[in-house]
Nanobody
Framework: QVQLVESGGGLVQAGGSLRLSCAASGQTFSSYTMGWFRQAPGSEREFVAAITRNTWGGGITYYADSVKGRFAISRDDAKNTVYLQMNSLKPEDTATYYC???????????????????????WGQGTQVTVSS
């Protein structure tokens, strides 16, 4: 079983930045597609960003429209860690952020498939991000 542990959440003013980390226990982490989702109270869990396994050109990334240009997902396979750099934060970014791992080793040409909750096999416990106005 893959264990995922998020960290880096906290309180920040609008316009500020945070970097979330997700450490994974999997022995084949480098083959996983990794995703970030978020959920605000009373709302459904929604896709934020995803990154595929690394190639010579780096992992392929996908972003929700709401965070494009502000957030950046990256991975360090040597550390079994995926990151979410969040810049220009807005109050509407306030949510619990969850890390997820897809172990299917499947590539999809359409980014939509990486946004589906059911695509992922394991989830972390979440880390809280609160953006004040």
């Amino acid at each position: 079983q893959v264990q995922l542990v998020e960290s880096g959440g906290g309180l920040v003013q609008a316009g500020g930045s945070l970097r979330l980390s997700c450490a994974a226990s999997g022995q084949t982490f480098s083959s996983y597609t990794m995703g970030w989702f978020r959920q605000a109270p009373g709302s459904e869990r929604e896709f934020v960003a995803a990154i595929t396994r690394n190639t010579w050109g780096g992992g392929i990334t996908y972003y929700a429209d709401s965070v494009k240009g502000r957030f950046a997902i990256s991975r360090d396979d040597a550390k079994n860690t995926v990151y979410l750099q969040m810049n220009s934060l807005k109050p509407e970014d306030t949510a619990t952020y969850y890390c997820a791992a897809d172990l299917s080793n499947t590539y999809f040409s359409a980014g939509y498939f990486y946004t589906r909750i059911q695509q992922y096999d394991y989830w972390g416990q979440g880390t809280q991000v609160t953006v004040s106005s």
